[in-house]
């Protein structure tokens, strides 16, 4: 198990601690998915363009190498992006569902419960 630990860590450039502490969470059983790192996610059309990027090929490529580890999975999760980083952040913002006091407190501006 320490090996594993020690080749997690090293393929997520993350400290072994890390890993052992997430691991060592109160919540945590025998069959939990525990969060590690988030990592970009290499998609099929980016692999099968004629001439692949190699940070892709990379990517692919430590991917691979963690998934041969024991115990380790993937899952897919939704994170926002922002391309220019605080350069542009506030203006592609954030917006959520609107809610029943929104609906009251802007009533007649043409919003309605599906509104976001």
Known sequence: MENTIQKLSELLDIEPETVTHAL?????????????????????????????????????????????????MFTDVEVRYYPYKEAAAHLTGYASQVTADDLETRAGEGYTENSG
């Open 24 to 72: 060592a969470a109160s919540w945590v059983k025998e069959d939990s998915f525990v969060p590690v790192k988030t990592i970009p996610k290499v998609s099929e059309p980016e692999l099968m363009s004629l001439e692949p990027d190699e940070k892709v090929l990379t990517e692919k490529a430590r991917q691979d190498a963690l998934l041969a580890l024991p115990g380790v």
